[in-house]
């Protein structure tokens, strides 16, 4: 009888040196990837909960804002659109610092009947 390592050689790594390689390093990737996410969190969101077109010169918006922090006033963009997705009317909402989640609504006027009311951004007063 030969000895089969005399033949065919040693490995040089044992088996469970790549896996636990390839564990560790999507393990450090998922780390690094939650870590970069959870730290592009802005202290305020807002996001449009409602609309209705009320004539052709008036349209209504209800946006929802939840913020982090008590004592931060916002200002939010809207404005609304026609069927071609033309911007047809805009304002600036003002929202108070307190409460942390509110409601807010607003009248946005415009020049011709829209189809659409949308928020554009918010931003620390």
């Known amino acids: 009888m030969t000895d089969l390592s005399e033949r065919y050689g040693r490995r040089a ?3 469970w040196v790549w896996p636990l390689v390839a564990v560790l390093g999507i393990s450090v990737g998922v780390a690094w990837a939650a870590w970069v996410a959870w730290d592009d969190v802005p202290p305020y ?5 409602g609309y209705e077109v009320e004539s052709d010169e008036l349209t209504s918006i ?3 804002v939840y913020r ?7 200002e939010c963009e809207v404005y609304a659109q026609a069927e071609n997705k033309a911007v047809v009317g805009e304002t600036i909402i003002e929202v108070p610092a ?3 989640h509110t409601r807010v609504r607003a009248d946005i006027v415009t020049e ?3 189809t659409t009311a949308t928020l554009r951004a918010c931003e620390p007063a």
């Open 13 to 15: 790594t044992p088996r």
């Open 45 to 49: 969101q807002a996001e449009v909960f």
């Open 62 to 64: 209800t946006v929802n």
């Open 68 to 74: 982090s922090e008590d004592d931060l006033p916002l």
């Open 98 to 100: 307190d409460p942390r």
């Open 112 to 114: 011709q009947r829209a």
